[in-house]
């Protein structure tokens, strides 16, 4: 097991912080992370409290829950309703919906399972030949794979996938598009890195001349990409690096991605609170569209609703509102009762806020 402490390392977060500082510009510099896990470190090892104050550390869209779109969890709770077993992560559960959530319609009798993975829903398949088994695969380019592979293995005919997948890139290139929203950093995510690769981000930090860099989970690895950020800023260059070279390759993992384009197909995919990102989802191809659960089965017409009256969530996920913007953060929306989806997830902004009250 590769030992991780050397990335906590006192005396050398204390020298990146020093070069960090010299670096530092003194007007204001906004880098965006996509990745719900490193607001998870930056939140509870207290990064932004090290920064020179015009550094601006900021959580967009990097949360797979936040951002399925409210549509899909009402046909997931439609599906539900309708008798079928329902399989999902655990995040999934809480999430609110038009009218309700998973977990309000198991206590109303409804059989939603909470799963490890694709492979154990079509266990419960296997299991159940008499029932439909519907599995809510949500996630990004992280998760697509696995879900990808059991697929193409063709899993029993009871068997189908609600898909909510979404693509990395075309969200950070709304970011960088939107009016008064200055991006002058980007560090991508390193999961999503590790399948695609820092090669899928060179298009982004060419055309906007915005420096990117694949970033690990540990204190050190946050801290040293902010460094390289500054240090492309201050040399003039908007290049894809990468931090993370212990997991990382500029070509990221080809055997995940031939499986990825074998199954699913790019198209337009609805973010929650963002709309209609072009060209950022993923759906079963033609020849898998047996296990489309959006084709196997009816659905009434509903006017689903992706942000509730008084919500910011929309705005967390750009990184254009703080958690602490939105009136009803820690009051009326808490992880027990949560209003907003940024509050449900481990990886949603609000969420990890509220845990680490780093407000």
């Not at 932004?48 to 550390?57: D, G, T, V």
């Not at 088994?133 to 068997?159: C, D, H, L, Q």
């Not at 089965?297 to 919500?311: A, H, K, L, R």
């Not at 992880?335 to 449900?344: A, I």
């Amino acid at each position: 097991m590769l030992d991780t402490s050397k990335f906590r390392d006192a005396k050398y977060a204390k020298a990146l912080v020093k070069e960090i500082k010299h670096l530092a510009r003194p007007s204001k510099i906004r880098i965006v992370h996509i990745c719900g896990t490193h607001e998870d470190t930056i939140s509870s090892h207290g990064i932004r409290s090290l920064l020179p104050e015009s550094i601006s550390l900021v959580a967009g869209p990097g949360c797979p829950v936040c951002v399925c779109a409210a549509q899909d969890v009402d046909m997931a709770i439609e599906l539900a309703r309708q008798g079928h077993i329902i399989a999902t992560f655990g995040d999934m559960m809480r999430v609110p919906s038009t009218s309700s959530s998973l977990v309000k319609e198991r206590a109303n009798g409804a059989d939603v399972r909470v799963v490890y993975g694709v492979t154990e829903s079509v266990e419960i398949a296997k299991a159940h030949p008499d029932r439909e088994v519907v599995f809510i695969g949500v996630g990004f380019e992280t998760t697509a794979p696995t879900m990808a592979a059991e697929i193409s293995r063709s899993p029993p005919g009871n068997f189908s996938i609600l898909t909510s997948l979404k693509i990395i890139p075309p969200a950070m290139d709304l970011l960088v598009n939107l009016e008064g929203f200055a991006v002058d950093g980007f560090i991508t995510p390193g999961h999503v890195s590790a399948i695609i690769g820092t090669n899928a981000f060179q298009p982004i930090a060419e055309m906007y001349r915005v420096p990117c860099v694949a970033a690990g989970f540990e204190p050190l690895d946050v801290l040293e990409s902010i460094r390289m950020i500054l240090l492309q800023k201050k040399e003039g260059r908007a290049e894809s690096e990468n931090e993370y070279t212990r997991v990382v390759h500029p070509e990221g993992n080809l055997a995940a991605q031939k499986i990825l384009d074998s199954v699913f197909r790019v198209d337009d995919a609805p973010w929650r609170g963002l709309g209609i990102i072009k060209e950022s989802g993923l759906f079963l191809r033609k020849e898998y569209e047996a296990f489309n659960a959006r084709l196997r089965f009816s659905f009434p017409p509903t006017e689903s609703i992706d942000i509730m009256p008084g919500c910011r969530c929309h705005d967390v996920i750009l990184g254009i509102a703080d958690p602490s913007d939105c009136p009803l953060f820690g009051k009326r929306c808490v992880p027990d009762n949560p209003y907003g989806p940024c509050m449900v997830g481990h990886e949603g902004t609000c969420r990890i806020r509220h845990e680490y009250h780093a407000v």
